[in-house]
């Protein structure tokens, strides 16, 4: 028979770059790369949910790692925030009405940090003259006339007090500060032998006298504290006149400048009654005594109120802010309060109030990785609430968690006016998706990220001028045109598809570094296609330990696979396995046995729990097609068992069911298989061969074994024709293919597959359900008539054989 029809010609096994497409000496020659490639979906997406304004139109940015979202997210957002304006500074202050609740300000850009300086240079300047002008002669003259006054209108009134006190027979004495009266007797001091020798008529006058003059004193005492309480209020105005007159000027240059901004000019007012309310603070020196720190200290905490914390200073921006917070912590995001040890307590005030990222992208853009977020408690659902009321009020995360010190400040909330751009894998999309009611109404808009794009002439100058770029940026050696070309196959290969170019930019870029460093090493002016060469091998080198071992324990005959001669019921199967980021294929042994019952088919990986449901499927597939090839005029009675031997992991996945099925085959007509020959591919009830992943390690894992065995012309593989357009094979494969040392096949359907392996005509049925003798079909359903004729007889051997 003729199986050349199914043969792949080495020209088609890869899609080679030619270098001449590259009109160009070097990546130096060209401009870079304009913005990313390969993601106008996603770009539109992203551009479409810029433009709606709204909290319910943020953005999922839902791709691959290395697909460019990052990169997109910075180019579009920096773009669509050049057309908006900078958003306002916000600032909190001291509330003099309500110290426990810091006031608000919001300011246009620049404003915040502008006002800080100029009052931060007011209230420095304005100490400086307040203190002069209290050490100036005016102010001593109005001081010692006020005291001068409060002196005489002492003395005289003490005076007043003696004669009245000497109308009565008494004299007044002060004695730090206590008055007492002394009775009198002819202008001298009553003795004591005196009042003793009055009659109780006489000392009986005496003492109500002396209550008379009592009275007197108590009235003069109150007198005199109403003076003293005058003067301590003339003096409380006269500091007070004194502040007023140096601090009105300065005031009114600040006055002048904010008269625009209403709250500015509330909070200005409010710093003006407080300076003249607390001149006691304000003229505090320090004097030398035990209470010295403590007064210090309490005039530097006074000043802190007349402090503008500027909580965002948007002063630098050109445009609407775009924050990439790469560190959401729930107080890097969301802001923090902090404290600060004062006489064993913590304490805090406004000025210790700090702003998070979605403060700062106020009005803009702010970009967080949704893993990030989910991972770090109270964060998601505190970024929502910020998205729904496009306001939040900063706070310790312990102290929601009531774990903390009470904070004892209450504040107004802070704007959070942000479109907020999510970046991650799509299985993280799905899941908040189908589990948070909440998500679907604030991200409406999903941008997808393909991890392939078109291999046509722009992409592929695309990928040039996107090496360039990444030379330029990193200061790598540019690239020769052939260099750019292995680059280019590299690309498909990552796509596992001639007509497709990877966009996972992340592991093209490794590859782009090591080429620079192997032609560093090589001193080299710049990257030829040796030095991607080398990378490439390198790379696959490192990380190809386990591939290495599997190999040599093929070769050592510790894992069974045979690379030659023909079995029955056996056949070498193609798997891949993924170790990191690398991933490589080698061949596993499947064997068939089949057998009359009535059990049907056993899988014994299914049996004691190893297969995975996909490869489960697979086995009752095959149930299907046998039931539909051999039993549309008879019962299906047979039983079978399959295995991977010596496979101790899980086995996932049908694209062996092919293989499984070619096995079955053999086993029931009796054939035996090439062995030399390994078969990937999945396949449905009608029998047609479907494409499966991994198709280039497949190939190349099985062609190594055949190749350290000695290629003889005999071995190959076969492979679903779905499949041919995802060949990017090694240049060592296609070589082999084209000296006919190796074979590879491309089938559509079983039948072709089984005259491949067998070297028999597979059979097609005529009219009457007959296949034409000594086929395939024919042994099988010929010995699958004879079990049940034999089952039927309850087992007795009758005369009716299979014809070989």
């Known amino acids: 028979m003729n199986y050349n029809r199914f043969l792949i010609s080495h020209n088609r096994l890869s899609m080679n770059c030619r270098p001449s497409v590259f009109k160009f000496a070097s990546t130096a020659d060209i401009d870079n790369l304009p913005g990313i490639i390969g993601q106008e979906r996603a770009l539109r997406s992203v551009n479409f949910g810029l433009s709606v304004d709204s909290n319910a139109y943020n953005l999922f940015l839902s791709g691959y790692s290395g697909t460019g979202k990052k990169s997109l997210a910075k ?22 009405e309500e110290p426990e609740c810091p006031a608000l300000l919001t300011l246009p850009a620049g404003k915040g940090k502008e ?9 420095e300047k304005m100490l400086v003259r307040v203190l002069k002008a209290f050490e100036e002669d005016k102010y001593d003259e109005k001081k010692s006339r006020l005291l001068n006054k409060f002196s005489q209108q002492s003395s005289l009134m003490f005076l007043e007090l003696e004669n009245k006190a000497r109308e009565q027979g008494f004299t007044v004495t002060n004695s730090n500060g206590a008055i007492s009266t002394i009775p009198l007797q002819e202008g001298e001091v009553l003795s004591q032998e005196s009042y003793m020798n009055m009659s109780d008529a006489e000392r009986h006058k005496l003492r109500e006298r002396g209550l008379d003059i009592q009275e007197i004193i108590n009235k003069t005492l109150r007198h005199h504290e109403e003076m003293e309480r005058v003067l301590q209020l003339n003096m409380k105005n006269l500091e007070q006149e004194t502040i007023r007159e140096v601090i009105v000027p300065f005031f009114a240059k600040l006055f002048e400048k904010y008269r625009n901004y209403e709250q500015v000019v509330y909070y200005l007012e409010g710093i003006h009654r407080d300076l003249l309310s ?24 006074f000043l802190r109120r007349y402090h503008v914390n500027v909580l965002v200073d948007n ?29 064993g307590i913590l304490a805090t005030d406004f000025s210790k109030i700090k702003a998070g990222s979605i403060h700062r992208a106020n009005g803009g853009y702010l970009v967080l990785n949704v893993l990030d977020a989910l991972k770090i408690p109270y964060v998601w659902d505190t970024l929502k609430r910020a998205l729904k009321n496009k306001q939040l009020t900063i706070d310790n995360l312990s102290n929601l968690l009531s774990i903390g010190s009470s904070n004892a400040l209450q504040l107004s909330p802070a704007p959070t006016d942000t479109k907020v751009v999510l970046i991650g894998e799509p299985v993280y999309y799905y899941l908040l998706y189908e589990n948070d009611e909440e998500f679907s109404k604030l991200f409406r808009l999903r941008a997808d990220f ?64 090591e080429a620079h460093s192997w032609a560093e090493a090589d001193n080299s002016p710049l990257v030829g296609g040796e ?14 330990l386990y591939n290495e071992k599997v190999a040599a324990a093929i070769l050592e005959e510790k894992l069974i696979i045979n690379t030659e001669g023909f079995k029955v019921g056996e056949i070498n199967g193609l798997a891949v396995y993924q170790t990191g980021s690398y991933s490589f294929g080698k061949p596993v042994r499947i064997t068939a046995k089949t057998f009359m019952g009535e059990k049907g088919l056993v899988n014994i990986e299914r049996e004691i729990q190893l297969s995975g449901r996909i490869h489960s499927k697979g086995i009752l597939t095959l149930s299907g097609y046998l039931g539909f090839k051999y039993a549309q005029h008879k ?7 399959l295995t991977f031997e010596q496979s101790y992991g899980g086995i996932e996945g ?47 894992g099985f062609f190594s074994i055949c190749k350290e065995r000695g290629l003889d012309g005999s071995q190959g593989v076969i492979i679903p024709q779905s499949n041919t357009d995802n060949l990017m094979l090694d240049g060592e494969v296609a070589l082999a293919v084209k000296q006919k040392k190796f074979f590879i096949w491309a089938v559509k359907y079983i039948d072709e597959g089984i005259e491949i392996l067998t070297g028999t005509e597979a059979g097609e049925a005529d009219e009457k359900g007959r296949y034409p003798r000594g086929s395939v079909h024919y042994r099988v359903n010929r010995r699958l008539e004879e079990w049940n004729l034999l089952r039927r007889n309850n087992g007795k051997s009758t005369s009716r054989t299979i014809r070989r």
């Not at 280019?488 to 990877?502: F, H, N």
């Not at 019962?635 to 068992?641: D, G, M």
């Open 75 to 96: 180019s579009a957002l920096y773009e669509k925030a050049r057309e908006k304006p900078v958003p306002s500074d916000c600032c909190y202050v001291f509330n003099f």
């Open 115 to 123: 006002l800080q300086k100029d009052l931060k240079l007011c209230v």
């Open 278 to 301: 607390n001149a006691d603070l304000l003229l505090s020196q320090g004097e030398k005594a035990p209470m010295n720190m403590f007064v210090g200290y309490s005039r530097r905490h």
């Open 315 to 343: 002063s630098k921006l050109t445009h609407a802010p775009v924050i990439f917070e790469d560190n959401p912590t729930y107080s890097n995001l969301f802001g923090h309060i902090e404290y600060e040890g004062e006489f």
């Open 450 to 513: 393909d991890l392939v794009m078109d291999r046509n002439q722009k992409n592929i100058k695309a990928y040039a001028h996107l090496i360039s770029s990444q030379c330029r940026q990193n200061k790598w050696l540019h690239f020769t045109p052939e260099a750019v070309a292995a680059i280019v196959d590299y690309g498909s290969r990552l796509a596992d598809d001639q007509g497709k170019l990877s966009t996972q930019f992340n592991k093209i870029g490794e590859i782009l570094q």
């Open 531 to 544: 030095h991607v060469g080398r990378a490439l091998s390198e790379n696959r080198y490192r990380a190809s």
């Open 635 to 641: 019962p299906l009675a047979l039983s079978a068992s």
């Open 654 to 700: 049908d694209s062996a069911s092919s293989a499984e099925l070619y096995a079955l085959l053999s086993s029931l007509a009796d054939i035996p298989i090439r062995q030399g020959i390994a078969v990937t591919g999945s396949v449905n009830q009608n029998g047609e061969i479907q494409a499966v992943g991994g198709i280039n390690e497949k190939i190349e």
